[in-house]
């Protein structure tokens, strides 16, 4: 599978870790950066590219990381197409995938150990999306206002 990956400074050791560990397992893992440790560099600037690269790629997955993930996974969000979830366990990172499609997952280096955050990716990595028609529905509503403002309409 095709593996999209970025990060900053605060998850360089980590990118570097799953580059190797995700190859090692077959994975064709392309870098989106940074390329080498910089501690002022930018999250935007390496996540927003791996986002969107999974989005010109369909059946490619993405990995953006970071000290708390969190801003990198504003920031995956915001690139059309992607579904970017925050996971803190095996267990978020395979639900992202079944119940909402997930095709990024953010992972914060400074919250978990190499070993967890390691288990955490090769969970997203491996679960595939339900594909339940409630899922399909929930992730439609979420499309159509990425797309056009739209709101689902309310329960009667």
């Known amino acids: 599978m095709r593996v999209h990956i970025g990060g900053d400074h ?30 002022l560099d930018d999250y935007p600037v390496f996540c927003l590219r791996a986002a969107a690269a999974v989005a010109a790629e369909p059946g490619s997955l993405g990995v953006v990381l970071g000290g708390s993930g969190n801003g990198e996974q504003i920031a995956a969000n915001k690139v059309t197409g992607v579904r970017a979830a925050l996971a803190w366990s095996t267990q978020t990172a395979q639900l992202a995938r079944q119940h909402n499609d997930a095709n990024v997952v953010s992972v914060g280096a400074r919250m978990h150990s190499l070993e967890d955050a390691t288990a955490i990716v090769e969970a997203f990595l491996a679960e595939p999306f339900s594909g339940d028609d409630r899922h399909l529905r929930r992730i439609d509503m979420v499309r159509l206002y990425e797309e056009r403002g739209e709101l689902p309409p309310l329960p009667h």
């Open 10 to 39: 605060a998850a360089y050791d980590l990118k570097v870790h799953l580059q190797e560990h995700l190859a090692a397992a077959g994975h064709d893992v392309v870098d989106h950066g940074p390329f080498r440790l910089d501690p």
